[in-house]
C-alpha cells in the first residue's frame, strides 16, 4: 500500500535570460496584436486558440504561452493552467489573447463569462488581467479599450 504521507515533489524552474530594458513593453492594445499575429498567420482563419501574455509590472513581456488549441468555433479553457504559467514565470500581469476564426471579432457570451472567472481568480492573487483580446487576420478587439473588462 501506498504511504499516503509521501506527496510527489513538484520542482519549478524560473531563468530570466534578458536585460529588463531589452525586453519589449506593452504600451498599448495595438502593441499586443503586433506582437502577437507576427506567429499567429498559420492557424489564425482555422481553429481557435488560446494565448496569454505574461507581464512584468511595468509591462514588459516575459513570454507568451500558448496554452490551449480548440476547434472550429471555440476552446476549452483551464483558469488554474493559466495561472499555474504566470505564477511559474513571475509575471505580475496577464493579458488574455484569442482568436475568432470566423473573423467577427464581438466578443461573446462565453467570452466574457471566461474573461470575469479570469479576473476574478487573478483578484485573489493579485496577478491581474490587463486585458483580454479578441483577433482576427485582419483586426483586433481590446476589451480594456471597449471598457468591457
Known amino acids: 500500500m501506498k504511504d499516503l504521507y509521501t506527496l510527489n515533489e513538484i520542482t519549478v524552474y524560473y531563468a530570466h535570460k534578458e536585460k529588463v530594458s531589452d525586453q519589449y513593453q506593452v504600451k498599448c492594445s495595438k502593441d499586443v496584436y503586433d506582437l502577437v499575429i507576427q506567429d499567429w498567420r498559420s492557424d489564425i482563419d ?5 494565448k496569454v501574455l505574461l507581464l512584468t509590472r511595468s509591462n514588459r513581456v516575459l513570454g507568451i504561452a500558448n496554452l490551449f488549441k480548440g476547434g472550429i468555433s471555440g476552446v476549452v ?21 484569442h482568436n475568432h476564426p470566423s473573423g467577427n471579432l464581438m466578443a461573446s457570451s462565453e467570452d466574457m463569462k471566461l474573461t470575469n472567472k479570469v479576473t476574478e481568480a487573478g483578484k485573489i492573487m493579485d496577478l491581474p488581467v490587463l486585458d483580454h483580446i479578441i483577433v482576427t487576420s485582419e483586426s483586433y478587439l481590446s476589451m480594456a479599450d471597449e471598457g468591457l473588462l
Not at 46 to 50: D, P
Not at 77 to 97: E, F, H, P, R, W
Open 77 to 97: 479553457v483551464d483558469v488554474k493552467m493559466i495561472y499555474q504559467v504566470a505564477l511559474t514565470c513571475n509575471a505580475s500581469g496577464v493579458i488574455l489573447i
Open 46 to 50: 482555422y481553429r481557435e486558440s488560446f
